[in-house]
């Protein structure tokens, strides 16, 4: 069973950083394209970073580019979001998914990880 699980989330306060972390289990790693989402209270699930197999190549949210860097770990099947300089604006559910690198839709979603950044 494919399953994406995210972790490092948390509360903190403007200014400070988190790293997120999803570790994906099976096949779904090799050559998947992964990303981060998140969603705000009331607002639709929006992209913030992604990332390529071979991490040759990485894209952002301008709300986010500066601030925030996606890697990825192969040989752990694990792919991280580091966020400094949060901001309250940031406060959000996060999500880890996954895509065949060939497609365009992300088709296996993590189940998230809050993220809460006080002012």
């Known amino acids: 069973q494919v399953q994406l699980v995210e972790s490092g989330g948390g509360l903190v306060q403007a200014g400070g950083s988190l790293r997120l972390s999803c570790a994906a289990s099976?096949?779904?790693?090799?050559?998947?394209?992964m990303g981060w989402f998140r969603q705000a209270p009331g607002k639709e699930r929006a992209f913030v970073a992604g990332i390529n197999w071979s991490r040759t190549t990485t894209s952002y949210a301008d709300s986010v580019k500066g601030r925030f860097t996606i890697s990825r770990d192969n040989a752990k099947n694990t792919v991280y979001l580091q966020m400094n300089s949060l901001k309250p604006e940031d406060t959000a559910v996060y999500y880890c998914?996954?895509?065949?690198?060939?497609?365009?839709?992300?088709?296996?979603w993590g189940q998230g990880t809050q993220v809460t950044v006080s002012s």
């Open positions: 998914a996954a895509r065949p690198q060939s497609l365009s839709e992300y088709n296996y």
């Open positions: 099976g096949r779904i790693f090799s050559n998947y394209y």
